[in-house]
């Protein structure tokens, strides 16, 4: 499974932005996918993960400003960014799960300053 994320970039506070993530190669049996961050000189963490029938879970942090979904025909699952702050910023990594195996893309920096 190879994942391709793509969308990051240089936003205003209060701005907006929507992540994308491809995933391709031998892709069935994949289940939940999601997204996490790593800012710098932290540790990487959740932001919202979907299941494969569309259930979702989300930081404390992020729940009510982003929305993650997928659409299993495309292969893609997107994080949906509003009310962006600067401690939003990092990098941002899609994840896959699929028979006990994790799969991570390269990940892409969203960056929030004014």
């Known amino acids: 499974v190879q994942l391709q994320a793509s969308g990051g970039g240089l936003v205003q506070p209060g701005g907006s932005l929507r992540l994308s993530c491809v995933a391709s190669?031998?892709?069935?049996?994949?289940?939940?996918m999601g997204w996490y961050r790593q800012a710098p000189g932290k540790q990487r963490e959740l932001v919202a993960t979907?299941?494969?029938?569309?259930?979702?879970n989300y930081a404390d942090s992020v729940k009510g400003r982003f929305t993650i979904s997928r659409d299993n025909a495309k292969n893609t699952v997107y994080l949906q960014m509003i009310g962006l702050k600067p401690e939003d910023t990092a990098v941002y990594y899609c994840?896959?799960?699929?028979?006990?195996?994790?799969?991570w893309g390269q990940g892409t920096l969203v960056t929030v300053s004014s």
């Open positions: 994840n896959a799960g699929k028979w006990g195996n994790q799969y």
């Open positions: 190669g031998n892709i069935f049996g994949i289940g939940v």
């Open positions: 979907i299941g494969s029938g569309g259930s979702t």
